[in-house]
């Protein structure tokens, strides 16, 4: 098991991610999935280990089905309250998705890898449930 966000972990996140120049940075993040990936109106998109769900927002803009994946309850509740029920979310780990095969047109893992106990596996398994691409970011 690798890291999971604890409540403060959560808490502080939020915040990070609220102050203007992180926001900024979110979303010129979002521009980048999306123009590397190019999905199609009402494909499906996995975001694994997505947190408060910060980079959930320009998938929504596509018009795409939007599942959210996260060890963490604290997280998945910010998520919950930020993403209403645009997207359905789900508690569990990047190395063990509960998805079959293919479930998804596309998968994203970012700034997930870090936190993973066995990022190769999170990356096997994104590529498992992914149709056509995944996107990976890492924390720089």
């Known amino acids: 098991m690798g890291y999971i966000f604890t409540f403060d972990d959560a808490v502080a996140y939020e915040k990070w991610s609220d102050k203007p120049k992180n926001r900024s940075a979110i979303e010129l993040e979002g521009c ?9 109106r009402g494909e499906r998109v996995i975001d ?11 998938f929504f803009e596509r018009r795409l089905s939007v599942t959210g994946l996260d060890p963490s309850q604290y997280m998945l509740d910010i998520a919950s309250n930020n993403l209403g029920n645009r ?3 789900h508690k569990g780990f990047a190395e063990d998705l509960p998805f079959d095969d293919n479930s998804f047109n596309h998968a994203c893992l970012v700034k997930t890898l870090e936190f993973a106990e066995n990022p190769e596996m999170a990356i096997r398994e994104a ?13 720089n």
């Open 32 to 40: 980048l999935m999306l123009n590397m990936l190019g999905p199609m």
């Open 48 to 58: 694994i280990g997505c947190g408060t769900g910060a980079a959930i927002f320009p």
């Open 87 to 89: 997207a359905d979310l």
């Open 127 to 139: 590529c498992r449930v992914a149709k056509n691409k995944v996107f990976i970011g890492f924390l």
